[in-house]
């Protein structure tokens, strides 16, 4: 069963996107990775939205480019931790994104990450690391691979 959603606002941003999937994957945590836009299909999202939790999305990871609001708007929506992911796609390379995505008004958090992959990877290592508290299997298997990422960096270049 699924326990985090990942949303992207379009086929495009997946590039971008896959190093969350791919983390939690290794992670063994299981993922739905979905096109959604809020702007372009809306009740697609309030649709997934409405069922999330039943499902058993405990946390969901949001990327989108441009004047990002999926991040935003899903957290409107739900109760569930979103994170959020500034997809750099758009001709200002995602400064757009990061501040639309990071500047939520008081009262709806969004934890956004950095631009493009590298924030779309520590955002499933986050995700990860919020279901690892109260698991301890998975706790054990990013343990390890935190060893394994230290163990990856040469002591002379
Ligand atoms: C945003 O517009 C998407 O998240 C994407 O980053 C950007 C461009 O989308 P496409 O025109 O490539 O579908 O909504």
Redesign the pocket.
Same mark, same amino acid.
């Given at each position: 069963m699924a326990r985090v959603a990942i949303l992207?606002? /379009?086929?495009?941003?997946y590039d971008e996107m896959k190093p969350a999937e791919e983390v939690l994957a290794r992670l063994a945590v299981e993922t739905d990775v979905r096109v959604i836009?809020?702007?372009?299909t809306p009740d697609r999202l309030v649709r997934f939205l409405a069922g999330a939790e039943d499902a058993g999305i405990e946390l969901l990871i949001c990327?989108?480019?441009?004047a990002?609001h999926?991040a935003g708007v899903t957290a409107a929506h739900t109760l569930l931790p979103v994170l959020g992911v500034p997809?750099s =796609? =758009?001709p200002l390379s995602g400064l757009d /994104?990061l501040l639309s995505t990071v500047q939520m008004p008081g009262g709806i958090p969004v934890a956004t990450f950095g631009i493009g992959r590298s924030g779309a990877k520590n955002a499933g290592l986050f995700a990860a690391a919020i279901l690892a508290r109260r698991d301890p299997a998975l706790r054990k298997r990013l343990e390890e691979l935190r060893a394994e990422e230290s163990a990856r960096v040469p002591e002379r270049p």
């Open positions: 992207m606002g /379009s086929p495009s941003d836009s809020a702007h372009r990327g989108a480019g441009g990002a999926l997809i =796609s =758009s /994104s």
